[in-house]
């Protein structure tokens, strides 16, 4: 096992692409080809769980925050960022994190936060555009059913449930193969060819994009491929900022937020004026999610749970919404369970480790 089995898997679930464009998720530290003894799962890399990572013989810690956000300049031990990397180094620790591009899959953070609340019916708030691609190629009728096979094979053609999607048109080509051609229909300088070929339309995921040209390219027997890509700017709800669900019965408002402060292990709740009204429909975010305020009220939802939001936002509620601050660190602290489902699943036999660290730095006095 290496480290780039680990973040295969990782990625292969919350695909690097779909992390927001001041995000650095990634491998922070470390070296890919590095054999792994064992994982060590946080939410935070603080010095702490470094330390932890060495008494507990884990060479690689997973996070969802990134240890590093901006660029380093200098070694020098003079903040916990750079005291932490070089700890790391010196002890031959990998250190890798999936931030953003978790927490925007249908099956991440938010939807971790959707099962603690037991919330059903779920959504995404805020779904991504210029996520998917819409491939064309030009294929001979009898090989239209191995190119498609191949480019479905690689991960083409998959619109929400169902999967090998595709649009066929027949029609007719020509080419005339010149010279060095090395046509396999035709001779090269001979005449003209018209050949029955089928037009073959799929979507892409963008993370699957190069996979499935370099199937397609694989699978066709012509020596120049026809084909094009183009990026579509239709919502994706399978990608996307927060979510929001229903619970199975509505429940009163401070009834309700007692069972948030319970299943979220949150010390204490900010949370605006309640409405006197149940508790039906849930918005959610981890992490910081006052940029979605606004969805979450589109959304038709009764209360927006989620962290980091400042004073003079609270008065955006206007009363057409409760907002309830449980905190990023409770918001998000379930996210190992992401990871440890993962790569359980993926890697039966290896040590995946959850780390014993309390690593939110905001303490409570209550």
Not at 130 to 142: C, E, G, I, V
Not at 243 to 253: A, I, K, R, T, W
Not at 348 to 363: C, G, H, R, W
Request: charged share 20%; with cysteine; glycine share 8%.
């Amino acid at each position: 096992m290496i480290v780039s089995d680990i973040i295969r898997a990782i990625e292969a679930y919350a695909p690097p692409q779909y992390q927001e464009g001041y995000d650095n998720s990634g491998l922070q530290v470390g070296n890919m080809q590095d054999e792994v003894t064992a994982v060590l799962l946080t939410l935070d890399v603080t010095e702490a769980v470094v330390a932890e990572a060495i008494t507990r013989g884990a060479n690689m810690i997973v996070a969802h925050h990134p240890l590093i956000f901006s660029g380093i300049k200098r070694l020098a031990g003079r903040n916990y960022v750079e005291r932490i990397i070089h700890k790391a180094i010196k002890h031959d620790i990998n250190i890798y994190a999936a931030h953003t591009n978790l927490d925007n899959v249908h099956n991440g953070v938010n939807a971790k936060i959707a099962e603690k609340l037991g919330l059903v019916d779920t959504a995404i708030l805020a779904p991504m555009s210029d996520t998917l691609r819409k491939l064309y190629t030009y294929a001979p009728q009898n090989v239209a059913d191995k190119v498609r096979d191949a480019m479905f094979a690689a991960g083409a053609g998959d619109i929400g449930a169902y999967s090998e999607c595709s649009f066929n048109t027949n029609g007719t080509g020509t080419f005339r193969p010149g010279a060095g051609a090395d046509p396999a229909i035709g001779t090269t300088n001979g005449p003209r060819e018209w050949v029955d070929e089928v037009k073959i339309e799929v979507l892409i995921q963008k993370d699957k994009e190069a996979a499935v040209i370099k199937a397609l390219f694989e699978a066709h027997p012509y020596e120049e491929v026809a084909y094009e890509v183009i990026a579509l700017q239709n919502i994706n709800q399978e990608l996307g900022a927060g979510m929001v669900g229903n619970l199975p019965s509505p429940m009163d408002e401070q009834a309700f937020l007692s069972f948030v402060k319970q299943q979220m292990k949150a010390d204490c709740i900010r949370h605006t004026a309640l409405k006197g009204k149940d508790i039906k429909r849930v918005a959610i975010c981890g992490g910081s999610g006052s940029f979605l305020l606004k969805n979450a009220i589109g959304a038709g939802a009764d209360i927006f749970i989620t962290g980091d939001f400042k004073y003079h936002q609270f008065f955006d509620a206007e009363g057409k919404i409760v907002i309830a601050d449980i905190g990023h660190y409770e918001s998000e602290q379930y996210t190992v369970e992401i990871f440890q489902e993962l790569l359980n699943k993926k890697f039966p036999n290896f040590a995946v480790l959850v780390s014993d660290i309390n690593t939110n730095p905001v303490k409570y006095f209550c």
